[in-house]
C-alpha cells in the first residue's frame, strides 16, 4: 500500500478494537442529575442560560480542560487549564438570532472575551458554572455549541472534497472535527483484513477539518477513523468510526470503502451511455410509483432465486414485475421512486433470518408470531432508519462486503429501469438519524458531539420524527444533506428525490439545494417531499420550515393531505374502530343521513380544489353557495389552498403509511359490498388522483388492490405482510391478523372482516382494476390540460360545474378548455366522477352546442371498464350520463 506504516504492533490495535474507548472518564461529581434547561451559545460570543437569575454577587464563569481533567471538589471547581468570566451582554442580539433561539424562552444573556481562543474552547471539557463572591460553585452545566462553532468553523461548508478523493499518486482523507483534540486514519487492505496503517491526521484551525494523504491507496481500500474527543456526561473517548460521507462500506457498515465512482469496474456494462428518460418536460409531467426495492421482487418466481428482493431484479426485463412496470410506463407512468437504497441500521447485510410462516386462517395471529419472532434480524424494513447517508444498502445487494458490488449493481437497478422508460427517483431521510451519542449505530454524534442532532434547552435530543432528530439548521449538517443528494443525482442519475418529513429542514437548506442542482447538473432535479408542521420545529420555531404552507413560490412540491383525506375519510394513522365512523367521499352517503351528505358536501368541495392542483387563488363555488379563492377554504386550521403553482402539490391516496387504500376501504364501505364494487371505489379513488392538477403518486399495488391484511404500520412487519403479487392471483387480504404492535387494539373489529371470503378480491376483478389504471394513466398522457404548469392556465381553462347548494353530492364535474392551445390535442374535455352507488346524469347548459364524445381511450375497443363504454353518453344539449362508482372523461375532439 505505498509507503511504511505509520504505526505497527500494538499500536494498530486500535484499528480493530471495539467502537469505544474511554481514555478518561468524567469525574463523578460532575453528573449532571437535574432536568433544567442548559447554557446555549447563540452564536461564537453570545450565551443565554434559559431560566437563569442571579442572585447578588453571584457570577457566571467558564471553565476548560483540554484533556478533560474538570471536577468539583468541596464545592470548588478543579482542574481547569483555562478560566474566566462571562459578562452580562449590554444589548440585544440581533434580529436572526433573536429568532433562532425564541424556543429557549426568557434566560440571561453573556458575552465571552474575544480574546479568548473561542476555536479551543469548544475542543475539550468545558463547563459554565454560576459561582458566589467565594468562587464556591452553585450550580454546573455543559454548554450547547452547535451555534458557535458554525460561526467559528463557517469556512468549512465551502469545503467540495469532505470524504475520500483518489489522484493517480494515492488518497487523501478529510473528516469535519473542529472539537476533537486527534483524529487518525485506519487503513485497511480489505473488508476484514486486520489494519495496514494508522495515520495521523492534520487539523486546520479555520475549518475544522482534518486531513491525510497516502501514497499508494487505490479503489478498494477499506478505512475507518480513530476520533480522540470530549463527550459530556461520558469523558475523554477515542471513538472508532465510520464516515459520514463514505460512497460505500463492508458488510453491516463497518468499514468504509475507498472509490472513485466514475472507474470502469464500478460501472455496469452500458453505464456511461445510459440516460434518464426525457419524458419531464415540466414537474407536472410526473407520475410516481413508490416501490421497495425488496417487495418488487422477493415474491416474483420469475427472478432468480439468488437476485429476489435484489438490485438486479430490475435488470431482468423478461420478469413479471418488470413486464408489469414497462406496461404502467407505456400508459404513461413516468418515475419510480424507490424506498430509501441509502445505507441502512437495521437489516443485517450477512445472514438476516427468513421466517417460516405457517398456513393458518385468514385471522390467525399464527402467521405474525412467526414473522414477528425474527422481525429485529429479518431482511425488511421499510429503511427510514439511515446508517450512512451516501452509500447503497448492502442487503439490496448480491455481495455486501464488496464495497465495489453494491454500487455497481444499484447503478444496475437504474439502468434498468431507463430500458423501461422510467426515470428513478428516491426516498431520502435527512431529518433525523437511526441513534445518537455514543449508542452502536450513531455515525455523526460520535465524530462531533452534540452538533448534529437537534436539542431541546435541557440537552435532550428531539425524536419528534420518531427517532434521533438531526439539526439540518446546523450549516454543516445542512451541507451533509446538500452533498449528500448532489452525489445521488450526479453519480447515480437519480431523478427527482422525496424527502421524508420535509417540514423539519428549513426552506433556506432546500432552495440552496434546488440551486446547486440546477448549477452543478444543468438539469432539473424534481424535489418533493412531506410538508407536515409539527414537533418542535412547528409553526417556524426555530427556522422558516419546508413545510406545506411555507414553500409557496419555490416549486418544491408536498404531500397534500387535503384531497387525501377528502377520499378516503378521516386522517392518516386513524385506528379501524375511528376510520369506520369517518368514511370519505368514496362512500355513498344514506339518504336519510344529514349530517353525512353535509360532510360529504365539505369532501366534495375539498375534492374540487384538490383536483385544480390545490391553489391558493383558485376560485372555487362552494356548496354552502360561496365563491371563494383556495386559501380561504378551510381545512381545519388551515388554508385548503396553500400551493402557488401546481407543481407544489403533490396528489396521492395512498402511500406506504398507514392502511393502503384497499385495507381503508374494507373499514369503511358497507359490509356488504361486493368484491367488484369494492375494485370500481378503488379505480375511482385513482381515476381522481390521475386527472388532478399537480403531481401524480401512486403507491406499487394500488392498482392491484394490495392489502396489507389490514396493517396500518408496516414498517418492520417482514416480507409476508408487504409481498407484491405481480401475477395479479392474491392481493395480500386474509394473510393473518397484522402484527399486534400497531393494530392489537384493532384485533375485535379486524377479525371478521379478514374472515370473509366475500372481501378477498379474485384475480379476474383484480386484473380488471390493473387494465382500469392503465387506461386512467393513458387518460392523463393523452392531453397536457390535466398537467398544467401555470396557476393562471388552470384558473383559465378549468371549470367546476356541478356546484352549489343545489349539487348532486358525491359527483364531480370538470371541464377543461383547450382552446388557443396548439398541443391540447382536444378542444374541450369533461370529467365526471361518479362516486355513488347508482348512475349519474346532469344537464349543464354551459357545455350545450358541443360534439361531445367518450375520450378516445374509453370508447375502444379494448378499453377496460366495458360498462363505461356501454353506458355512459352526451349529447348537444349538454346531457351527460355516466355509470356508478365511475370516473369518466368526454371530448370535443380537435378537427
Same mark, same amino acid.
Given at each position: 500500500?505505498?509507503?511504511?506504516?505509520?504505526?505497527?504492533?500494538?499500536?494498530?490495535?486500535?484499528?480493530?478494537?471495539?467502537?469505544?474507548?474511554?481514555?478518561?472518564?468524567?469525574?463523578?461529581?460532575?453528573?449532571?442529575?437535574?432536568?433544567?434547561?442548559?447554557?446555549?451559545?447563540?452564536?461564537?460570543?453570545?450565551?443565554?442560560?434559559?431560566?437563569?437569575?442571579?442572585?447578588?454577587?453571584?457570577?457566571?464563569?467558564?471553565?476548560?480542560?483540554?484533556?478533560?481533567?474538570?471536577?468539583?471538589?468541596?464545592?470548588?471547581?478543579?482542574?481547569?487549564?483555562?478560566?474566566?468570566?462571562?459578562?452580562?451582554?449590554?444589548?440585544?442580539?440581533?434580529?436572526?438570532?433573536?429568532?433562532?433561539?425564541?424556543?429557549?424562552?426568557?434566560?440571561?444573556?453573556?458575552?465571552?472575551?474575544?480574546?479568548?481562543?473561542?476555536?479551543?474552547?469548544?475542543?475539550?471539557?468545558?463547563?459554565?458554572?454560576?459561582?458566589?463572591?467565594?468562587?464556591?460553585?452553585?450550580?454546573?452545566?455543559?454548554?450547547?455549541?452547535?451555534?458557535?462553532?458554525?460561526?467559528?468553523?463557517?469556512?468549512?461548508?465551502?469545503?467540495?472534497?469532505?470524504?475520500?478523493?483518489?489522484?493517480?499518486?494515492?488518497?487523501?482523507?478529510?473528516?469535519?472535527?473542529?472539537?476533537?483534540?486527534?483524529?487518525?486514519?485506519?487503513?485497511?487492505?480489505?473488508?476484514?483484513?486486520?489494519?495496514?496503517?494508522?495515520?495521523?491526521?492534520?487539523?486546520?484551525?479555520?475549518?475544522?477539518?482534518?486531513?491525510?494523504?497516502?501514497?499508494?491507496?487505490?479503489?478498494?481500500?477499506?478505512?475507518?477513523?480513530?476520533?480522540?474527543?470530549?463527550?459530556?456526561?461520558?469523558?475523554?473517548?477515542? %471513538?472508532?468510526?465510520?464516515?459520514?460521507?463514505?460512497?460505500?462500506?463492508?458488510?453491516?457498515?463497518?468499514?468504509?470503502?475507498?472509490?472513485?465512482?466514475?472507474?470502469?469496474?464500478?460501472?455496469?456494462?452500458?453505464?456511461?451511455?445510459?440516460?434518464?428518460?426525457?419524458?419531464?418536460?415540466?414537474?407536472?409531467?410526473?407520475?410516481?410509483?413508490?416501490?421497495?426495492?425488496?417487495?418488487?421482487?422477493?415474491?416474483?418466481?420469475?427472478?432468480?432465486?439468488?437476485?429476489?428482493?435484489?438490485?438486479?431484479?430490475?435488470?431482468?426485463?423478461?420478469?413479471?414485475?418488470?413486464?408489469?412496470?414497462?406496461?404502467?410506463?407505456?400508459?404513461?407512468?413516468?418515475?419510480?421512486?424507490?424506498?430509501?437504497?441509502?445505507?441502512?441500521?437495521?437489516?443485517?447485510?450477512?445472514?438476516?433470518?427468513?421466517?417460516?410462516?405457517?398456513?393458518?386462517?385468514?385471522?390467525?395471529?399464527?402467521?405474525?408470531?412467526?414473522?414477528?419472532?425474527?422481525?429485529?434480524?429479518?431482511?425488511?424494513?421499510?429503511?427510514?432508519?439511515?446508517?450512512?447517508?451516501?452509500?447503497?444498502?448492502?442487503?439490496?445487494?448480491?455481495?455486501? %462486503?464488496?464495497?465495489?458490488?453494491?454500487?455497481?449493481?444499484?447503478?444496475?437497478?437504474?439502468?434498468?429501469?431507463?430500458?423501461?422508460?422510467?426515470?428513478?427517483?428516491?426516498?431520502?431521510?435527512?431529518?433525523?438519524?437511526?441513534?445518537?451519542?455514543?449508542?452502536?449505530?450513531?455515525?455523526?454524534?460520535?465524530?462531533?458531539?452534540?452538533?448534529?442532532?437537534?436539542?431541546?434547552?435541557?440537552?435532550?435530543?428531539?425524536?419528534?420524527?420518531?427517532?434521533?432528530?438531526?439539526?439540518?439548521?446546523?450549516?454543516?449538517?445542512?451541507?451533509?444533506?446538500?452533498?449528500?443528494?448532489?452525489?445521488?443525482?450526479?453519480?447515480?442519475?437519480?431523478?427527482?428525490?422525496?424527502?421524508?418529513?420535509?417540514?423539519?429542514?428549513?426552506?433556506?437548506?432546500?432552495?440552496?439545494?434546488?440551486?446547486?442542482?440546477?448549477?452543478?447538473?444543468?438539469?432539473?432535479?424534481?424535489?418533493?417531499?412531506?410538508?407536515?408542521?409539527?414537533?418542535?420545529?412547528?409553526?417556524?420555531?426555530?427556522?422558516?420550515?419546508?413545510?406545506?404552507?411555507?414553500? %409557496?413560490?419555490?416549486?418544491?412540491?408536498?404531500?397534500?393531505?387535503?384531497?387525501?383525506?377528502?377520499?378516503?375519510?378521516?386522517?392518516?394513522?386513524?385506528?379501524?374502530?375511528?376510520?369506520?365512523?369517518?368514511?370519505?367521499?368514496?362512500?355513498?352517503?344514506?339518504?336519510?343521513?344529514?349530517?353525512?351528505?353535509?360532510?360529504?358536501?365539505?369532501?366534495?368541495?375539498?375534492?374540487?380544489?384538490?383536483?385544480?392542483?390545490?391553489?391558493?387563488?383558485?376560485?372555487?363555488?362552494?356548496?354552502?353557495?360561496?365563491?371563494?379563492?383556495?386559501?380561504?377554504?378551510?381545512?381545519?386550521?388551515?388554508?385548503?389552498?396553500?400551493?402557488?403553482?401546481?407543481?407544489?402539490?403533490?396528489?396521492?391516496?395512498?402511500?406506504?403509511?398507514?392502511?393502503?387504500?384497499?385495507?381503508?376501504?374494507?373499514?369503511?364501505?358497507?359490509?356488504?359490498?361486493?368484491?367488484?364494487?369494492?375494485?370500481?371505489?378503488?379505480?375511482?379513488?385513482?381515476?381522481?388522483?390521475?386527472?388532478?392538477?399537480?403531481?401524480?403518486?401512486?403507491?406499487?399495488?394500488?392498482?392491484?388492490?394490495?392489502?396489507?391484511?389490514?396493517?396500518?404500520?408496516?414498517?418492520?412487519?417482514?416480507?409476508?405482510?408487504?409481498?407484491?403479487?405481480?401475477?395479479?392471483?392474491?392481493?395480500?387480504?386474509?394473510?393473518?391478523?397484522?402484527?399486534?404492535?400497531? %393494530?392489537?387494539?384493532?384485533?375485535?373489529?379486524?377479525?371478521?372482516?379478514?374472515?370473509?371470503?366475500?372481501?378477498?378480491?379474485?384475480?379476474?376483478?383484480?386484473?380488471?382494476?390493473?387494465?382500469?389504471?392503465?387506461?386512467?394513466?393513458?387518460?392523463?398522457?393523452?392531453?397536457?390540460?390535466?398537467?398544467?404548469?401555470?396557476?393562471?392556465?388552470?384558473?383559465?381553462?378549468?371549470?367546476?360545474?356541478?356546484?352549489?347548494?343545489?349539487?348532486?353530492?358525491?359527483?364531480?364535474?370538470?371541464?377543461?378548455?383547450?382552446?388557443?392551445?396548439?398541443?391540447?390535442?382536444?378542444?374541450?374535455?369533461?370529467?365526471?366522477?361518479?362516486?355513488?352507488?347508482?348512475?349519474?346524469?346532469?344537464?349543464?347548459?354551459?357545455?350545450?352546442?358541443?360534439?361531445?364524445?367518450?375520450?378516445?381511450?374509453?370508447?375502444?375497443?379494448?378499453?377496460?371498464?366495458?360498462?363505461?363504454?356501454?353506458?355512459?353518453?352526451?349529447?348537444?344539449?349538454?346531457?351527460?350520463?355516466?355509470?356508478?362508482?365511475?370516473?369518466?372523461?368526454?371530448?370535443?375532439?380537435?378537427?
Amino acid at each position: 500500500m505505498g509507503s511504511p506504516d505509520a504505526a505497527s504492533g500494538p499500536a494498530l490495535a486500535a484499528c480493530d478494537a471495539g467502537p469505544v474507548t474511554t481514555l478518561r472518564a468524567q469525574a463523578p461529581a460532575l453528573k449532571v442529575t437535574t432536568d433544567a434547561p442548559q447554557p446555549v451559545w447563540l452564536d461564537d460570543r453570545r450565551l443565554r442560560w434559559p431560566g437563569l437569575a442571579l442572585g447578588a454577587g453571584q457570577v457566571l464563569r467558564f471553565h476548560h480542560s483540554a484533556e478533560g481533567a474538570l471536577d468539583v471538589v468541596d464545592g470548588r471547581l478543579t482542574g481547569s487549564d483555562l478560566s474566566g468570566a462571562l459578562e452580562l451582554a449590554k444589548d440585544a442580539p440581533d434580529a436572526e438570532i433573536a429568532a433562532q433561539s425564541a424556543y429557549l424562552g426568557a434566560g440571561l444573556d453573556f458575552t465571552i472575551d474575544p480574546a479568548i481562543d473561542r476555536r479551543a474552547l469548544h475542543r475539550g471539557q468545558t463547563l459554565i458554572t454560576v459561582e458566589d463572591d467565594q468562587g464556591r460553585v452553585l450550580r454546573w452545566s455543559p454548554a450547547q455549541t452547535a451555534r458557535a462553532l458554525d460561526v467559528l468553523h463557517a469556512a468549512a461548508e465551502d469545503e467540495r472534497a469532505l470524504g475520500v478523493s483518489l489522484t493517480p499518486a494515492g488518497a487523501s482523507f478529510k473528516l469535519w472535527a473542529p472539537t476533537a483534540d486527534r483524529v487518525e486514519l485506519c487503513l485497511h487492505d480489505g473488508p476484514d483484513s486486520a489494519a495496514r496503517a494508522r495515520l495521523p491526521m492534520t487539523r486546520d484551525e479555520l475549518t475544522g477539518i482534518w486531513s491525510a494523504a497516502r501514497t499508494g491507496v487505490r479503489s478498494g481500500a477499506y478505512y475507518r477513523y480513530l476520533v480522540e474527543v470530549f463527550v459530556p456526561g461520558v469523558g475523554r473517548v477515542r %471513538n472508532l468510526v465510520t464516515d459520514p460521507y463514505a460512497v460505500s462500506l463492508s458488510a453491516d457498515s463497518a468499514r468504509a470503502y475507498v472509490a472513485d465512482l466514475s472507474e470502469p469496474r464500478l460501472q455496469p456494462r452500458g453505464w456511461a451511455a445510459s440516460r434518464i428518460p426525457d419524458r419531464v418536460k415540466a414537474t407536472t409531467d410526473m407520475v410516481v410509483y413508490e416501490l421497495h426495492v425488496r417487495d418488487f421482487s422477493r415474491d416474483d418466481p420469475t427472478v432468480p432465486a439468488a437476485q429476489r428482493g435484489k438490485y438486479l431484479a430490475f435488470t431482468r426485463s423478461d420478469s413479471a414485475g418488470m413486464r408489469h412496470l414497462r406496461a404502467l410506463s407505456r400508459a404513461g407512468l413516468t418515475d419510480v421512486h424507490l424506498l430509501p437504497v441509502f445505507d441502512l441500521a437495521t437489516v443485517p447485510e450477512r445472514g438476516c433470518a427468513v421466517p417460516r410462516v405457517p398456513a393458518a386462517a385468514p385471522d390467525s395471529d399464527a402467521q405474525q408470531a412467526a414473522v414477528m419472532a425474527v422481525a429485529d434480524t429479518d431482511c425488511f424494513n421499510w429503511g427510514y432508519d439511515p446508517y450512512h447517508y451516501s452509500a447503497p444498502e448492502g442487503s439490496f445487494a448480491s455481495d455486501a %462486503n464488496d464495497g465495489a458490488v453494491r454500487v455497481r449493481e444499484l447503478r444496475a437497478m437504474v439502468m434498468g429501469l431507463h430500458a423501461a422508460g422510467l426515470r428513478v427517483g428516491m426516498d431520502v431521510v435527512y431529518n433525523h438519524t437511526t441513534a445518537a451519542g455514543q449508542q452502536p449505530h450513531s455515525v455523526l454524534d460520535r465524530i462531533v458531539p452534540g452538533y448534529y442532532q437537534r436539542l431541546d434547552a435541557r440537552g435532550r435530543v428531539e425524536r419528534s420524527t420518531c427517532c434521533d432528530n438531526t439539526a439540518t439548521e446546523h450549516r454543516m449538517m445542512g451541507k451533509l444533506l446538500i452533498d449528500s443528494v448532489l452525489l445521488w443525482a450526479r453519480e447515480y442519475r437519480i431523478a427527482s428525490f422525496r424527502f421524508d418529513l420535509m417540514g423539519h429542514q428549513p426552506r433556506a437548506v432546500m432552495e440552496r439545494l434546488q440551486a446547486r442542482l440546477k448549477r452543478e447538473l444543468g438539469r432539473e432535479v424534481q424535489l418533493i417531499g412531506e410538508g407536515w408542521n409539527f414537533g418542535e420545529v412547528a409553526n417556524g420555531a426555530r427556522f422558516v420550515q419546508a413545510s406545506q404552507l411555507s414553500l %409557496n413560490g419555490t416549486g418544491i412540491g408536498t404531500f397534500s393531505d387535503r384531497g387525501r383525506d377528502a377520499v378516503r375519510g378521516g386522517a392518516a394513522g386513524d385506528d379501524a374502530a375511528t376510520s369506520m365512523r369517518r368514511p370519505g367521499f368514496l362512500v355513498p352517503a344514506p339518504a336519510d343521513d344529514t349530517a353525512r351528505r353535509e360532510e360529504l358536501l365539505r369532501q366534495g368541495d375539498l375534492l374540487k380544489l384538490a383536483m385544480a392542483g390545490t391553489l391558493r387563488g383558485f376560485p372555487l363555488a362552494t356548496a354552502g353557495g360561496r365563491l371563494v379563492t383556495g386559501e380561504r377554504l378551510p381545512y381545519g386550521d388551515q388554508p385548503a389552498g396553500y400551493a402557488s403553482v401546481p407543481a407544489e402539490v403533490v396528489n396521492y391516496v395512498e402511500n406506504h403509511d398507514n392502511q393502503t387504500l384497499f385495507d381503508a376501504l374494507v373499514l369503511k364501505l358497507p359490509r356488504a359490498t361486493s368484491a367488484e364494487d369494492r375494485a370500481r371505489t378503488q379505480a375511482v379513488a385513482l381515476g381522481i388522483n390521475a386527472l388532478s392538477q399537480g403531481i401524480a403518486y401512486f403507491h406499487a399495488g394500488g392498482e392491484l388492490l394490495r392489502s396489507k391484511s389490514m396493517d396500518r404500520n408496516s414498517y418492520d412487519s417482514g416480507d409476508w405482510f408487504n409481498r407484491l403479487d405481480w401475477t395479479g392471483r392474491d392481493n395480500g387480504f386474509g394473510a393473518g391478523l397484522p402484527p399486534t404492535r400497531d %393494530n392489537g387494539a384493532d384485533f375485535a373489529l379486524l377479525r371478521p372482516l379478514l374472515a370473509d371470503p366475500t372481501i378477498k378480491p379474485g384475480p379476474a376483478v383484480i386484473d380488471w382494476t390493473r387494465r382500469v389504471f392503465l387506461d386512467q394513466l393513458r387518460l392523463r398522457a393523452s392531453t397536457p390540460l390535466f398537467r398544467l404548469s401555470e396557476p393562471t392556465e388552470i384558473a383559465r381553462r378549468l371549470v367546476f360545474h356541478n356546484t352549489g347548494p343545489a349539487q348532486q353530492p358525491g359527483v364531480i364535474v370538470g371541464r377543461l378548455d383547450g382552446a388557443g392551445r396548439a398541443d391540447a390535442v382536444f378542444d374541450r374535455v369533461l370529467y365526471v366522477v361518479n362516486a355513488t352507488a347508482a348512475p349519474a346524469a346532469l344537464t349543464i347548459a354551459a357545455e350545450a352546442g358541443f360534439p361531445w364524445r367518450l375520450h378516445p381511450v374509453q370508447r375502444a375497443a379494448g378499453a377496460a371498464d366495458a360498462r363505461i363504454r356501454r353506458e355512459a353518453s352526451a349529447d348537444a344539449r349538454g346531457a351527460f350520463r355516466v355509470p356508478a362508482r365511475s370516473v369518466t372523461v368526454f371530448v370535443v375532439e380537435r378537427r
